[in-house]
Structures are given as structure tokens and as C-alpha cells.
């Protein structure tokens, strides 16, 4: 996981024009005249500053931190320097850690970055992680729910006061800043410009309010993967339609996520026609009874995170809490090669 140089010395492989964009990202001032190493200095002296460098660690997961923090000890304890698969994406995304040119899929991070979070680890820096971990697991609930929630509606699932949330929303680095508040609506900023076709969706649908399991989930991988429904259509892409368990869990992934944005059934087999799963213009009637069934049992945008068979319900309002779906007709068995690690 570690290389032997620092986040300035890997920064010197960049062009002028690379370094000049991720100062201009950063909020850095370019002085006239500058080299090359010039730039790297900045930029490095820069994001090697403790707040900098809380600002995105203090963003991890609980797995991602764990697995971080034992990846980066044993590279230390055996002095061994090997890319990754496993570094936090959020790290990659703001220039901390530095793609192999040989595997693409393959990260590398700089000693001094891997020397600083080590030495950052307190009491106060993990409850501050955890905090921060389930501020954003409530954000991601917005846009997979919601689209827009009143801020006093949200506030008390999310522990903060409005002006906090407000708050630590601005304090968000620029790769998780997705959120904007307008008359008192937390909006997700993609959904903005559809509020009205969302509102007259949603009507007067009661918010669904996820228990913290399902946050947990939300956060970490963006969408729900331990579901009955879910697991469900992987046992059924396994088992009927030969796939292995990698694709089974990453088309479940995007099926559910067309579903939760309420796509039909058709756009579902187009997408598994496109992934090459089905054979253009198949129907298999098993998978379609299966699809139907799940879009009933899938959390939707237009429901404000409720289903369909929820709603269907005299009284959803009174199951806020209940997160297990009702399936009906599809047997449920719990798949023993299911992966540890779902798809983001």
C-alpha cells in the first residue's frame, strides 16, 4: 500500500498543467512564475497541514479506517511497499494516494501521508470519524429517499440543530459536497432542478425514516445490498442465470437503483440486455415475476423511502421503523456465497 516517497515527490511525475488544475481545485493561488517543483512544494505543504488532512481521513468508515490503519501498519512492520486495491476512494479522489501506471486499479500511498494518519489516531479523532460517518450515511439517505427534506424533519435523525447540519455541510470536502439548503430544504444538488416532478410524485407521502442499520449501509455503499429482495434476485441471477456472484451483486446494485428512481421493468431488461445478460428481446417470465416483486419491496425516491407494498398499507406511517420487506411468491434463502464486500 505505501511507497517509498512523499506526497511531494510523487506530485513530480504530474505536468505543469496537472499541478496547475489541483491548485486551482484546492483553492490554491498560483504565483507567476512558478516551476514545476515549485507547485508540488505548494501543493504538498498544503495538504500535509492536520486540518487538511482530518478533513478527509475524518471521513472514512469504520471498515475503510480498520482496514486502512492494519494495511499501512503491517507495510511499516515488514517494510514492504506494495500498491493497493483497498484505499479508500475519497483518498484517491483528493490526490493523496497516486494510481499505478502499470494496474490502473491499483493506488499507492505516499509514506508521509501513511506516517501522518497513523500518527493522528486518538479517542477524539475516532469519535470524531464515527460522528462524521453517520452525518454523511443521513446525507446519502436524502438522495436515495428523499431528493428533498425539510431541514427540521431531518434534523432529529441526523442529532444536529438545523444550523449545525448547515454547517457541517459547508465544512464537507468538495468531492462529498453534493448538498444545498434553499427555504429550508436539504436538496441533493442533482435533484434540484426536478423538485417540482418530484413533488408532484411524492405528494403527500409521510418520510420514511431509516433505522441505523440501514444508514449504515446507505453511507458506506450507497445503495442496500443486504435486503431480502436483494438477496433474493442474486440467488436467482446465480442460480438461474449462471452468473457469478461478483456480477450477480453488481447488477443487483444497479437494479435496485433504477428501481428506487422508479424505472420500469422494461429499462431493467434493456440494462441487463446491455450488460449482456439476457439476449436481445429475451423475457424470461421467472425473472419478470421476480422483478415485479422486487420493485414492490425497493425503497423509492418518489415514495420518500417507502415501497410500494408499504404504501399499499392503511397506515404506513405507523412502520417508519420497519425495515424488512414483504415478499411474496418468491422463496428467500440466504445465499452462502454472498460477498463480504458489496459493490459501490
Same mark, same amino acid.
Not at 130 to 157: E, R
Not at 289 to 302: D, G, S
Given at each position: 500500500?505505501?511507497?517509498?516517497?512523499?506526497?511531494?515527490?510523487?506530485?513530480?511525475?504530474?505536468?505543469?498543467?496537472?499541478?496547475?488544475?489541483?491548485?486551482?481545485?484546492?483553492?490554491?493561488?498560483?504565483?507567476?512564475?512558478?516551476?514545476?517543483?515549485?507547485?508540488?512544494?505548494?501543493?504538498?505543504?498544503?495538504?500535509?497541514?492536520?486540518?487538511?488532512?482530518?478533513?478527509?481521513?475524518?471521513?472514512?468508515?469504520?471498515?475503510?479506517?480498520?482496514?486502512?490503519?492494519?494495511?499501512?501498519?503491517?507495510?511499516?512492520?515488514?517494510?514492504?511497499?506494495?500498491?493497493?486495491?483497498?484505499?479508500?476512494?475519497?483518498?484517491?479522489?483528493?490526490?493523496?494516494?497516486?494510481? #499505478?501506471? &502499470?494496474?490502473?486499479? +491499483?493506488?499507492?500511498?505516499?509514506?508521509?501521508? !501513511? *506516517?501522518?494518519?497513523?500518527?493522528?489516531?486518538? =479517542?477524539?479523532?475516532?469519535?470524531?470519524?464515527?460522528?462524521?460517518?453517520?452525518?454523511?450515511?443521513?446525507?446519502?439517505?436524502?438522495?436515495?429517499?428523499?431528493?428533498?427534506?425539510?431541514?427540521?424533519?431531518?434534523?432529529?435523525?441526523?442529532?444536529?440543530?438545523?444550523?449545525?447540519?448547515?454547517?457541517?455541510?459547508?465544512?464537507?470536502?468538495?468531492?462529498?459536497?453534493?448538498?444545498?439548503?434553499?427555504?429550508?430544504?436539504?436538496?441533493?444538488?442533482?435533484?434540484?432542478?426536478?423538485?417540482?416532478?418530484?413533488?408532484?410524485?411524492?405528494?403527500?407521502?409521510?418520510?420514511?425514516?431509516?433505522?441505523?442499520?440501514?444508514?449504515?449501509?446507505?453511507?458506506?455503499?450507497?445503495?442496500?445490498?443486504?435486503?431480502?429482495?436483494?438477496?433474493?434476485?442474486?440467488?436467482?441471477?446465480?442460480?438461474?442465470?449462471?452468473?457469478?456472484?461478483? #456480477?450477480? &451483486?453488481?447488477?443487483? +446494485?444497479?437494479?435496485?437503483?433504477?428501481?428506487? !428512481? *422508479?424505472?420500469?421493468?422494461?429499462?431493467?431488461? =434493456?440494462?441487463?440486455?446491455?450488460?449482456?445478460?439476457?439476449?436481445?428481446?429475451?423475457?424470461?417470465?421467472?425473472?419478470?415475476?421476480?422483478?415485479?416483486?422486487?420493485?414492490?419491496?425497493?425503497?423509492?425516491?418518489?415514495?420518500?423511502?417507502?415501497?410500494?407494498?408499504?404504501?399499499?398499507?392503511?397506515?404506513?406511517?405507523?412502520?417508519?421503523?420497519?425495515?424488512?420487506?414483504?415478499?411474496?411468491?418468491?422463496?428467500?434463502?440466504?445465499?452462502?456465497?454472498?460477498?463480504?464486500?458489496?459493490?459501490?
Amino acid at each position: 500500500m505505501i511507497c517509498k516517497k512523499t506526497l511531494k515527490e510523487c506530485m513530480e511525475f504530474y505536468s505543469k498543467d496537472i499541478l496547475m488544475s489541483m491548485m486551482k481545485d484546492k483553492g490554491i493561488e498560483a504565483e507567476e512564475n512558478m516551476t514545476r517543483k515549485d507547485m508540488c512544494k505548494k501543493l504538498a505543504d498544503y495538504m500535509m497541514q492536520p486540518k487538511e488532512l482530518e478533513l478527509y481521513f475524518s471521513c472514512l468508515f469504520d471498515d475503510e479506517a480498520a482496514r486502512l490503519e492494519h494495511a499501512i501498519k503491517e507495510d511499516f512492520a515488514n517494510d514492504s511497499y506494495e500498491g493497493s486495491y483497498v484505499i479508500p476512494m475519497l483518498l484517491c479522489q483528493a490526490e493523496y494516494a497516486f494510481r #499505478s501506471t &502499470e494496474d490502473p486499479e +491499483m493506488f499507492w500511498l505516499p509514506y508521509d501521508v !501513511a *506516517d501522518a494518519y497513523l500518527n493522528m489516531q486518538s =479517542e477524539a479523532f475516532t469519535e470524531k470519524r464515527k460522528s462524521q460517518a453517520y452525518f454523511l450515511s443521513c446525507l446519502m439517505a436524502v438522495d436515495t429517499f428523499y431528493g428533498n427534506i425539510p431541514l427540521k424533519t431531518i434534523a432529529p435523525l441526523m442529532k444536529k440543530s438545523e444550523e449545525e447540519i448547515m454547517k457541517a455541510i459547508i465544512a464537507l470536502p468538495k468531492e462529498l459536497c453534493h448538498y444545498m439548503v434553499i427555504n429550508g430544504l436539504l436538496y441533493h444538488r442533482d435533484l434540484y432542478l426536478e423538485d417540482y416532478g418530484l413533488a408532484c410524485e411524492q405528494k403527500d407521502v409521510p418520510y420514511y425514516i431509516p433505522d441505523d442499520e440501514e444508514l449504515e449501509e446507505l453511507g458506506r455503499w450507497g445503495y442496500l445490498p443486504t435486503r431480502a429482495e436483494m438477496r433474493a434476485l442474486v440467488n436467482h441471477l446465480i442460480t438461474e442465470r449462471k452468473m457469478d456472484v461478483e #456480477s450477480a &451483486e453488481y447488477v443487483s +446494485m444497479w437494479i435496485q437503483k433504477i428501481t428506487a !428512481a *422508479d424505472g420500469s421493468i422494461e429499462d431493467i431488461l =434493456e440494462y441487463l440486455e446491455d450488460f449482456g445478460t439476457l439476449e436481445t428481446g429475451e423475457v424470461p417470465l421467472d425473472l419478470v415475476e421476480l422483478l415485479q416483486v422486487f420493485q414492490r419491496n425497493t425503497r423509492k425516491l418518489c415514495n420518500r423511502g417507502f415501497t410500494d407494498m408499504e404504501l399499499s398499507m392503511a397506515e404506513p406511517a405507523t412502520i417508519l421503523k420497519q425495515n424488512q420487506p414483504i415478499i411474496f411468491s418468491i422463496p428467500y434463502e440466504e445465499n452462502p456465497q454472498t460477498l463480504d464486500v458489496p459493490f459501490q
